[in-house]
């Protein structure tokens, strides 16, 4: 099995750019979490589907940040416009809604905006 | 509220063992989770334990759960240098649906001295 693909593993942008994240769960698994890592305030989740749809999305900063699953194979992260302070790590994780709940963390996107 | 809280730095030497600590909030937690993380790499489970467990034992690594205290602890026998990372412990929350939320704590830096 592949595991959890993310792409790209790093982006650098300017403040104001659109910066779209991509994330392909592990083939299989029903549920898709997005978390947002930094020095500062550790591993947040932004986001989690259920069978393609969005169930929480509390975490979600601010409207400038929207995620999507259009299938059970993809989904994306997208920030626009972004700013400096999203500069973070951005990891995206799958699990299959049966078994012990454990999450399986793709690499991650490391994202700079200068 | 939702806590999980551990110790940020352990410092150990080749050879010894490492007894990294957690406390969690929630007593209806199902399952409790390790997560390791080493430098520009996503989380990867190391193990994990049934709440109505009170030892896990796998290899080198011996998990110790204490539900009466929330206290949960993952010891690592004969400590090597490519065991220096982050570990985070995790508690699983249900939301109510069918998919579980994942608590994780701020993170323990092992750092094994050789």
């Known amino acids: 099995d592949a595991g959890v693909i993310q792409s790209p593993r790093h982006e650098v942008t300017e403040m104001g750019q659109e910066v779209t994240l991509r994330c392909k769960p592990i083939s299989g698994h029903n549920s898709l979490f997005w978390y947002r890592q930094t020095m500062m305030r550790g591993l947040e989740l932004l986001i989690y589907f259920n069978n393609n749809v969005p169930i929480d999305d509390s975490g979600m900063p601010e409207d400038r940040f929207s995620a999507k699953m259009p299938n059970a194979s993809f989904s994306t992260l997208k920030i626009q416009p972004s700013e400096p302070r999203d500069s973070a790590v951005y990891f995206c994780a799958s699990r299959h809604t049966r078994g012990a709940g454990e999450q399986y963390f793709g690499p991650g996107t490391r994202l700079t905006v200068t | 509220g939702e806590d999980v809280e551990q110790s940020l730095f352990l410092s150990v030497r080749e050879g010894d063992s490492s007894v990294i600590n957690c406390t969690y909030t929630?007593?209806?937690?199902?399952?409790l989770y390790w997560y390791k993380q080493e430098p520009g790499a996503g989380l990867q489970l190391l193990t994990y334990i049934f709440s109505n467990m009170d030892m896990k034992q796998d290899q080198r690594l011996t998990v110790l759960l204490n539900k009466k205290d929330k206290h949960l602890s993952l010891r690592i026998a004969d400590t090597q240098t490519g065991d220096s990372a982050i570990y985070f412990c995790a508690e699983s929350l249900r939301d109510g649906g069918a998919t579980n939320k994942l608590i994780f704590g701020t993170g323990t830096l092992l750092a094994v001295q050789p």
């Open positions: 929630d007593s209806s937690s199902t399952y």
